[in-house]
């Protein structure tokens, strides 16, 4: 059973920093994207940013210039550096694992908090 384990998450004020870790253990098979989505309260979970196994990254517009992902391939551990956090960016953040050539998975973690006030 794979196992994504997020953390790093707390409060801060508006335009502080925090750094989120996903550190992925039990991978039989090869992972083709790694990512980091968010759902904030009452809305559905959305993409943050994804990183590819050959380092191609997409961001969400509203993060661009702001986070950014990058992994550690022999910790097997996924990094989100957020800076210039925004209260908007308030949410849980979800790490995810995917390969999506057969055999398909897709796994997540169970999510940190992220909270930042005005």
């Known amino acids: 059973q794979v196992h994504l384990v997020e953390s790093g998450g707390g409060s801060v004020q508006a335009g502080g920093s925090l750094r989120l870790s996903c550190a992925i253990s039990?991978?039989?098979?090869?992972?083709?994207?790694w990512g980091w989505y968010r759902q904030a309260p009452g809305k559905e979970r959305d993409l943050v940013v994804t990183?590819?196994?050959?380092?191609?990254?997409n961001y969400a517009d509203s993060v661009k210039g702001r986070f950014t992902i990058s992994r550690d391939s022999a910790k097997n551990t996924l990094y989100l550096q957020m800076n210039s956090l925004k209260p908007e960016d308030t949410a849980v953040y979800y790490c995810?694992?995917?390969?999506?050539?057969?055999?398909?998975?897709?796994?997540w973690g169970v999510g940190t908090l992220v909270t930042v006030s005005s």
């Open positions: 995810n694992a995917k390969r999506n050539v057969p055999p398909t998975m897709n796994y």
């Open positions: 039990n991978i039989m098979l090869s992972i083709n994207t």
């Open positions: 990183i590819t196994s050959g380092g191609s990254t």
